[in-house]
């Protein structure tokens, strides 16, 4: 079964289950063993980090059959934190991983630059940035990163091994205009630790003309992060949604 997920990462120390660590996947797998009297895993499609929040991040369970995805989602509900809620709920076919059948992730990451974006209400949940912006190099360093590319320069050394490549397919990426402020949506079939964050620290770097241009593509070739910029903070990272082949949802009439 597929669970989607919403939760605040502000409490929580990642996705991870993590021991003496409040995390995501821990406080999931405490309200499924209550549920079902044993243990079930909670494999999520990502491992999102620290303050990072979710409105549509995916998880795959296996429960008894008892379970149907509408009564599973309301008793997960009636028993998990506040921070943390299951949106909705999947039949798949026996063989779903939620992390190796996705097809595409997608992330959103929003910056607040109007005067209020220092309000107690939003400083949780978007990065305050009152330098000016140049909305043209914006777009254009997204423009920069689309397609198939290695982004070793934009990941934590070491969290993947060496032998993996580094490469990600980026399907799309644009900065866009919202209420108080912009947001940078990205969207691709695999992200490296930390690699959206680093991109929008590099990005508002460039845009608020700290560092030019050219640094992205120099990035883009380069085999170690050394010249990226300091990763923005979790906080104003969400993960939007994960994707998946139509043939992987059991249909039920």
């Not at 405490?30 to 243990?39: D, K, N, P, V």
């Not at 980090?49 to 008894?64: E, F, N």
């Not at 590319?149 to 934009?154: N, P, T, V, Y």
């Not at 993947?160 to 580094?166: I, K, L, Q, T």
């Amino acid at each position: 079964m597929q669970l989607i997920l919403q939760y605040d990462g502000a409490h929580f120390a990642g996705w991870q289950r993590q021991p003496n660590e409040r995390t995501v996947q821990g406080v999931l797998e405490e309200a499924m063993e209550r549920l079902c009297g044993a243990h079930i895993g909670v494999l999520g499609a990502g491992r999102t980090d620290a303050g990072v929040h979710a409105l549509g991040q995916a998880a795959g369970v296996r429960v008894p059959e008892r379970w149907t995805p509408a009564l599973l989602r309301r008793a997960m509900n009636a028993i998990l934190p506040k921070d943390v809620r299951v949106s909705d709920a999947h039949e798949m076919v026996a063989e779903f991983h939620a992390r190796y059948d996705a097809a595409s992730r997608s992330y959103r990451y929003l910056v607040g630059t109007d005067e209020n974006a220092e309000s107690p209400f939003r400083v949780g949940r978007e990065l305050a940035w009152r330098k000016p912006i140049d909305d043209g190099l914006l777009q254009e360093s997204a423009a920069m990163i689309v397609g198939d590319r290695s982004f070793r320069a934009f990941a934590v050394k070491g969290t993947a091994p060496e032998s993996d490549n580094h490469r990600c397919i980026v399907h799309s990426a644009a900065w866009v205009k919202r209420t108080g402020g912009i947001a940078f949506a990205i969207t691709a079939n695999r992200f490296l630790h930390h690699m959206v964050r680093f991109l929008v620290g590099t990005m508002l770097d460039v845009a608020s003309g700290r560092r030019d241009i050219g640094v992205i593509s120099r990035l883009l070739e380069s085999e170690d992060n050394h010249e990226v910029s300091p990763p923005a903070p979790p906080h104003g990272l969400y993960l939007e949604r994960v994707e998946y082949p139509r043939e992987l949802y059991l249909v039920t009439a």
